[in-house]
């Protein structure tokens, strides 16, 4: 198949571009440094022309208010040229939980975002993952000084980026969901515990202190950045992986 992956250059993106590539799908990375700018339009007619599948991996460049209206307008102009170009599936990667998290500008973009897809006229598949591996080290500097580390008692169950890569390619390759797929690391930890077991993976004699009033995952109410009994579960844990993350 021929798909365009919007966002095609990110983190997660440029992985799942070289994973539809290596399966033997003709994968086209779309975004800013390719010539396509989904808020002006620029370069998207030709970024999707022929595409079977638009996989949209877009990120707001900022996670405040101004985040509702990038996804907006990028997903205004995407359902507007993937119909354009006859593209019978999309997808996107949103956040488990994020029709729950009503205090944070980001995740109300996201549920946004959701919404637009569904309303569009083409098929499609959300993809909703939980927090990745790879943000913690950037948690964790949120609320932090040279000798202790602050954060919530929020339950988060984490998923390394692959898998998340592994969930998106499978998706996108097979028949439109119609709806969602919840994708969730193994495990079930506190964000105040995870952030023990990384600094003690980095030799890093800093203390965790419980401060449920510090960072962003403050107003996440409950356990609902977990992902519920219909998940799939990847297989890396946490644990393996950062003693294997240098």
Same mark, same amino acid.
């Given at each position: 198949m021929k798909i365009t992956v919007v966002g095609g250059? *990110?983190?997660? *993106?440029?992985?799942?571009?070289r994973k539809l590539t290596a399966s033997g799908h003709e994968a086209l990375p779309a975004a800013l440094s390719t010539g396509v700018d989904l808020i002006t339009g620029?370069?998207?007619?030709?970024?999707? %022309?022929? #595409? %079977?599948?638009?996989?949209n991996l877009a990120n707001s460049p900022t996670f405040d208010e101004k985040s509702p209206d990038f996804f907006r307008t990028s997903m205004g102009n995407l359902l507007d040229a993937a119909a354009e170009a006859?593209? *019978?599936?999309?997808?996107?990667?949103?956040?488990v939980g994020v029709d729950r998290v009503p205090r944070l500008d980001y995740y109300r973009a996201k549920a946004l975002q959701e919404d637009l897809l569904r309303q569009g006229p083409t098929?499609?598949?959300?993809?909703?993952?939980?927090?990745f591996f790879e943000f913690m080290? #950037?948690?964790?500097?949120w609320t932090s000084d040279d000798d202790t580390v602050r954060l919530p008692a929020t339950?988060?169950?984490?998923?390394?980026?692959?898998?998340?890569?592994?969930a998106v390619v499978e998706v996108g390759v097979g028949t439109p969901l119609q709806g969602i797929r919840n994708v969730a690391g193994p495990d079930v930890f506190t964000l105040d515990e995870l952030g023990r077991i990384t600094l003690a993976a980095r030799a890093d004699a800093r203390t965790v202190v419980v401060d449920d009033t510090a960072g962003m995952f403050a107003a996440v109410p409950g356990d609902v950045l +977990? #992902? *519920?009994?219909?998940?799939?579960?990847?297989? +890396?844990?946490y644990r393996d992986w950062i003693r294997t993350d240098r």
């Open positions: 250059t *990110g983190l997660i *993106g440029s992985q799942v571009v620029k370069g998207l007619r030709e970024a999707l %022309e022929g #595409a %079977e599948v638009v996989v006859g593209v *019978g599936h999309q997808v996107i990667l949103s956040i098929p499609y598949s959300i993809v909703r993952a939980t927090q080290d #950037a948690v964790l500097s339950p988060v169950q984490p998923i390394a980026a692959a898998d998340v890569v592994d +977990t #992902a *519920g009994p219909d998940a799939h579960l990847a297989p +890396t844990h």
